[in-house]
């Protein structure tokens, strides 16, 4: 069974771990110093946060594979889905190895596929993501839109 991963940037771990342990009634099942993550079944997602010097806020999505025959699955669809895939491969990050690939949303958020196959002592250094971002900046650079002339209207 596939698990949702979601990655949000934080400025405040000990605050932002306060706060997401109340909203989700658990502790983290990772807590290091700039890192935390939530194993919850209730909703079924990979949640963590970390202070990597990131702007604040959604970081990337992901899909949590339990086996090489759903990563597999996932990453067929990746290439249905008409973007740059990433193949990262074998990897270290966020204290866990694993086999990922990476791809950008049409909105340029970063979604990860990946099999965790053990931890690590070490968060990595988020190369692969970093790649999907380049990619996707070569990409827009010369097509970007226009600037607005005014700025957009707030929906509440």
């Known amino acids: 069974m596939k698990r949702l991963h979601v990655h949000v940037a934080v400025t405040d771990l000990s605050h932002s771990v306060h706060f997401y342990s109340a909203l989700f009634a ?4 990772v ?9 919850l079944e209730d909703p079924r997602v990979n949640f963590a946060i970390s202070t990597r010097g990131r702007e604040p806020g959604l ?3 992901g899909i949590q594979v339990e086996n090489a025959s759903e990563l ?3 990453y067929a669809r990746l290439h249905d889905a008409d973007g740059e895939v990433i193949e990262q491969g074998q990897t270290a990050c966020c204290y ?3 086999e990922k ?3 950008e949303d049409p909105a340029g958020i970063s979604w990860e596929t990946f099999l965790t196959t053990g931890e690590s002592t070490t968060y990595g250094d988020g190369s692969g993501e970093r790649e999907a971002r380049i990619v996707r900046e ?3 650079a010369c097509c970007a839109p226009a600037a607005r002339s005014a700025p957009p209207t707030p929906c509440c």
């Open 26 to 29: 658990a502790t983290p099942t």
């Open 31 to 39: 807590v290091k110093t700039d890192y935390a993550k939530w194993m």
């Open 59 to 61: 970081d990337h999505l």
């Open 72 to 74: 597999n699955e996932v």
């Open 96 to 98: 866990a190895k694993s």
């Open 101 to 103: 690939f990476w791809i």
């Open 138 to 140: 070569k990409e827009s």
